[in-house]
């Protein structure tokens, strides 16, 4: 089975700190994906990576920026966290020959006080 | 641009009874649609999902969708509700190429009760 971990499940931080989310998955996809989830909004694509080294902005680039060093770890930073920024954040793989499905992490609830 | 509307983002049924949660895409391409759980305190799940091929589609945990063309519409049925599926359900769509990159609507919460 796919795996995908991410690095905490709960994480509280303070404005302006540097925070970082990692998300590693274990099935060498090609494709990994951050998203946030907030009530009633459902899940919006913050960056998506295609590739090592290579990133894309999604939906809600503005606030965050992402590390793919290597194939299977993708990193979301904030780099001054605010509290617009409390929230679920959910990481997600794909691999082009799997007909687009996504496979998700436990997610991380991020709290920004 | 291709979106999806959930209606409905709450949505109670009686335990046995028929579960309907309606989704509605927008898209100027063939549309690659699914559906996903979202269990409390879990990550996302895949349900089914419909590329191409029969239209009825047929999941996990009993449930199925339906993609008809005309109406742009994929709900999401099973027949008899269980007390386990009280979660949150997710439509999303894409299309071929783009890097797989999914649009979701805004969820529906199914609440089960006795």
């Excluded at chain 1, 931080?13 to 590693?24: H, P, Q, S």
């Excluded at chain 2, 335990?15 to 895409?25: P, S, T």
């Excluded at chain 2, 799940?45 to 047929?58: F, I, N, R």
């Excluded at chain 2, 999401?76 to 007390?83: I, Q």
Aim: hydrophobic content about 35%; overall charge neutral; glycine content about 8%.
């Amino acid at each position: 089975d796919v795996k995908v971990t991410q690095s905490s499940r709960y994480l509280v931080k303070r404005t302006g700190e540097k925070v970082f989310l990692e998300c590693v998955q274990d099935m060498d996809h090609e494709n990994m994906f951050w998203y946030r989830q907030d009530p009633g909004l459902g899940l919006r694509l913050i960056y998506f990576s295609y590739d090592v080294k290579m990133k894309e902005k999604g939906d809600i680039p503005e606030g965050y920026s992402v590390s793919r060093e290597k194939k299977e770890r993708f990193s979301l930073i904030l780099e001054s966290a605010s509290t617009n920024q409390t929230s679920m954040y959910l990481c997600a793989s794909s691999s082009p020959g799997q007909v687009y499905e996504q496979y998700f992490g436990p997610g991380t609830r991020l709290t920004v006080t | 641009a291709q979106s999806v509307t959930q209606l409905g983002s709450h949505v109670s049924v009686s335990e046995g009874a028929l579960v309907l949660l309606r989704c509605n895409y927008s898209s100027s391409v063939p549309p690659y649609l699914f559906w996903y759980v979202q269990y409390p305190n879990q990550g996302l799940q895949l349900l089914l999902k419909y590329t191409t091929g029969a239209t009825l589609v047929k999941g996990i945990n009993g449930f199925e969708a339906e993609f008809k063309k005309s109406e742009t519409s994929f709900h999401l049925t099973k027949p008899s509700a269980h007390m386990s599926d009280a979660a949150e359900y997710f439509c999303a769509v894409t299309h071929s190429g783009g890097y797989n990159k999914l649009i979701f609507g805004a969820g529906t919460r199914l609440a089960v009760h006795p």
